[in-house]
């Protein structure tokens, strides 16, 4: 399909272990966002890929959480020793580069929900 | 710095009431603004957009005008059906900035 993927669309692990979430943006899209969303809660973004220019990663809310992004395409959450509290709804949206970035409107996938027990 | 600001939820409708969802925003300088919609189960989808002050956004009967003298813009619906049914986000995002900022969203239910 033409839009952005997300892989596994739903995921339960045992606190304490590793998670590895997948983002697939739409073709041609140099931006590359992550979000988390919590039950009930608004988004949080957590990390930005732009090109090749270095990430923001300055809403990653602790060490645990890292991203990559191979060839400027696909891009990988990791969440290490997971805790009850990453459970949420993790989002990754896609944009095009425009003279001004701020006018690309993002576009999402349908998340990836995670669920620690 | 920058945020968004929009009205708690939940919302209930009856179909074919009129709709309005206040969202305000701060920011520095000239932002873009979106609403974004978000059904069941699915991931987030713009609405609408507005990227200078007194322009108006519409997809689906739904509209919002960019005010800049109230930092508004408020999504509205002349009548609402029950497929409406879902979380709307306000948001912005400001020249140069990398990440969107997103209100916290508001759910909407309509009833037949």
């Known amino acids: 399909g033409a839009g952005v993927s997300q892989s596994p669309s739903n995921k339960v692990t045992e606190k304490g272990k590793d998670v590895e979430l997948r983002c697939d943006p739409i073709?041609?899209?140099?931006?590359l966002y992550w979000y988390r969303q919590s039950l009930g809660q608004g988004l949080e973004f957590l990390i930005y890929?732009?090109?090749?220019?270095?990430?923001?990663k300055s809403g990653l809310p602790s060490d645990r959480f890292s991203a990559e992004r191979t060839g400027g395409s696909v891009s990988t959450l990791t969440i290490q020793r997971t805790q009850q509290e990453d459970s949420a709804v993790y989002l990754c949206?896609?944009?095009?580069?425009?003279?001004?970035?701020?006018?690309?409107?993002?576009?999402f996938g349908d998340g990836t929900r995670l669920s620690i027990l | 710095g920058d945020s968004v600001t929009q009205m708690e939820g939940p919302v209930t409708l009856s179909e074919e009431a009129f709709l309005t969802i206040n969202c305000t925003y701060t920011?520095?300088?000239?932002?873009?603004l979106f609403w974004y919609v978000q059904y069941p189960g699915e991931g987030l989808q713009l609405l609408l957009k507005?990227?200078?002050?007194?322009d108006k956004g519409s997809n689906k009967g739904f509209e919002a005008t960019y005010r800049k003298e109230t930092t508004s813009f408020h999504l509205e619906k002349g009548s609402v059906q029950v497929s409406d049914s879902a979380v709307y986000f306000c948001?912005?995002?400001?020249?140069?900035?990398?990440?969107?900022?997103f209100g916290a969203g508001t759910r909407l239910t309509v009833k037949p």
């Open positions: 073709s041609g899209h140099t931006a």
């Open positions: 890929f732009q090109g090749n220019s270095a990430p923001d």
């Open positions: 949206a896609s944009s095009g580069r425009g003279g001004d970035y701020s006018n690309q409107p993002q576009h």
């Open positions: 920011a520095t300088g000239y932002p873009s």
């Open positions: 507005a990227t200078k002050a007194d």
């Open positions: 948001a912005l995002s400001a020249y140069n900035n990398n990440d969107m900022r």
